[in-house]
């Protein structure tokens, strides 16, 4: 499952800010999918992922694409995502695609 790659990727590289992929969180995809007021994009996505075996085959360059119509569609002025310090290919994907550093969200631990 798509999730649960992203997940183990992200509590791999912030388990400060990021837990184990769980069935709760399976629970919360299933009833947010059916939610009419949220849009996803789906190449077999709240957040576009592609899985590791299909990386490099222009399909996440597909699916931003069909964002940014979807968007334009809607009267949107521009797309703004988030991107992990971490995952420096997708920033480099979303550079490619024109997206640009427009602000930064730091955090710190409290204890």
Known sequence: ??????G???FENAPEA???PSVADKEFLQSTLSDKSRLFLVAEIEGIVVDQKHRASSVGTNLMRACGKWADSQGAQQIRLE???FNQTAQKFYEKLGFKDHSHIMSKLIN
Not at 1 to 6: D, G, V
């Open 1 to 6: 499952m798509l999730n649960e790659q992203i």
């Open 8 to 10: 183990t990727f992200h």
């Open 18 to 20: 990021f837990t184990k």
């Open 83 to 85: 991107v992990m310090a």
